[in-house]
């Protein structure tokens, strides 16, 4: 039994090591180079999230009220439970698991292009972009919605890449908790209605 876990655990030990050598050599190749133009570019984006996070619930609470849609103004609160939640998920798991930033863990390899907070696992940036895309998309049924919401929650992950401030793990985490944080809500609303 021990040789087996023995063997388990060295085996999830080279995967780990593996894993982390494609995460930084991804990332490498994302964030080399100096393109000035494209890196405020990459700023403007990332930073967009911000007003969007507030934009996306306003929308849909204004859209329903000016149609007397009670649905479509529930769908508006839960975005913005959405958004809150993944919020407090997000700063949880990146206080318990206090990643530190790519550009600190390797300096000689990573260039930092705007400012970010301590630690990196999972993206804000990315979780609120993935929370709030799923929520519209969940709120709209529409394609032609759900499209461009994913299409920029995707530029936004890229962007903390290109950015220097994020691992492509831990994009794919902030994608993972959004995404989450959104179907959770609907789910306990759907809950809720029974």
Known sequence: MKIYFSIILSLMMSLSSYSQSIDLSILKAINKNEMPCWDKTMRITSNSVYPALVIAPGSLLLTGYIQNDKPMMRNGLKTGLAIGLNFVLTSGLKYSINRPRPFKQYPDDIIQR?????????????????????????????????VPSYLYACGIGYSRMRLGVHFPSDVFGGMIVGIGSSLLVWQVDKWIKK
């Open 114 to 146: 705007t400012d970010a907070g301590k630690f990196s696992f999972p993206s804000g940036h990315t979780s609120s972009a993935f929370a709030m895309a799923t929520a519209v998309t969940l709120s709209t049924k529409k394609w032609y919605v759900a």
